[in-house]
Nanobody
Framework: QVQLVESGGGLVQTGGSLRLSCVAS????????MAWFRQAPGRNPSFVGG????????VYEDSLKGRFTISRDNAKNTVYLQMNDLKPEDTAVYFC????????????????RGQGTQVTVSS
């Protein structure tokens, strides 16, 4: 059974930083593209960014470039999302997703997704 478990969310002030983690099990992690999405209340999930199976390529939502960084450690079956200079509009549930074929910007196109971790940025 495939599981993706996120952690690292919490409450942070504007300008602060958080590092989210997503640990995968039940799949061949190094064969999968990994992505991060976020979902604010009442809205559809939006693509944050993704990383290739061996970590040599990343893509980001344009508006988040420079503040957010995705990395992975295949030895630990873990993908990370480093978030800096956080703003109130970054408040959302963040979840990771796994897919063998490519990056996709729609969460529904991913084979697997986690339950998410709440990030709240206070003003």
């Amino acid at each position: 059974q495939v599981q993706l478990v996120e952690s690292g969310g919490g409450l942070v002030q504007t300008g602060g930083s958080l590092r989210l983690s997503c640990v995968a099990s039940g799949l061949i992690f190094q064969d999968h593209y990994m992505a991060w999405f976020r979902q604010a209340p009442g809205r559809n999930p939006s693509f944050v960014g993704g990383i290739s199976p061996h970590g040599d390529s990343t893509v980001y939502e344009d508006s988040l470039k420079g503040r957010f960084t995705i990395s992975r450690d295949n030895a630990k079956n873990t993908v990370y999302l480093q978030m800096n200079d956080l703003k109130p509009e970054d408040t959302a549930v963040y979840f990771c997703a796994a897919e063998r074929l490519a990056y996709y910007r729609l969460a529904s196109q991913y084979d697997y997704r986690g339950q998410g971790t709440q990030v709240t940025v206070s003003s």
